[in-house]
């Protein structure tokens, strides 16, 4: 049974940071692509970052990029999710999303579909 337990989230100032973490009790978490998605209300989920189970790439929605870093742990079973310059636009529930095992390393997804597993979200709320 794969769980993936987000948190970290909370309220933040524009122009402020928050990092948010995602346990996964997962035996071969290093065999599982990982992705940070984000849905506001009234819109549709969003693709915010992925990472490759080996965590040598790594790729970024345009509206975050250059602003936020994925990064993850594989002897901690974790991936973490660094929001930097936040606007208020980036206000929204942030999920943490998995998919494996993959036999290939260098595999990562930035469409939902892709992902089998889902936590259950983390409130992610920016004043201006």
């Known amino acids: 049974q794969v769980q993936l337990v987000e948190s970290g989230g909370g309220l933040a100032q524009a122009g402020g940071s928050l990092r948010l973490s995602c346990a996964a009790s997962?035996?071969?978490?290093?065999?599982?692509?990982m992705g940070w998605f984000r849905q506001a209300p009234g819109k549709e989920r969003q693709f915010v970052a992925a990472?490759?189970?080996?965590?040598?790439?790594?790729a970024y929605g345009a509206s975050v990029n250059g602003r936020f870093t994925i990064s993850r742990n594989n002897a901690k079973n974790t991936v973490s999710l660094f929001a930097n310059s936040l606007v208020p636009e980036d206000t929204a529930v942030y999920y943490c999303?998995?998919?494996?095992?993959?036999?290939?390393?260098?595999?990562?997804?930035?469409?939902?579909?892709?992902?089998?597993?889902w936590g259950q979200g983390t409130q992610v709320t920016v004043s201006s």
């Open positions: 999303a998995a998919d494996g095992p993959l036999y290939s390393s260098d595999l990562m997804h930035t469409m939902a579909d892709d992902y089998d597993y």
């Open positions: 997962i035996q071969t978490f290093s065999r599982y692509a």
């Open positions: 990472i490759t189970s080996n965590g040598e790439d790594v």
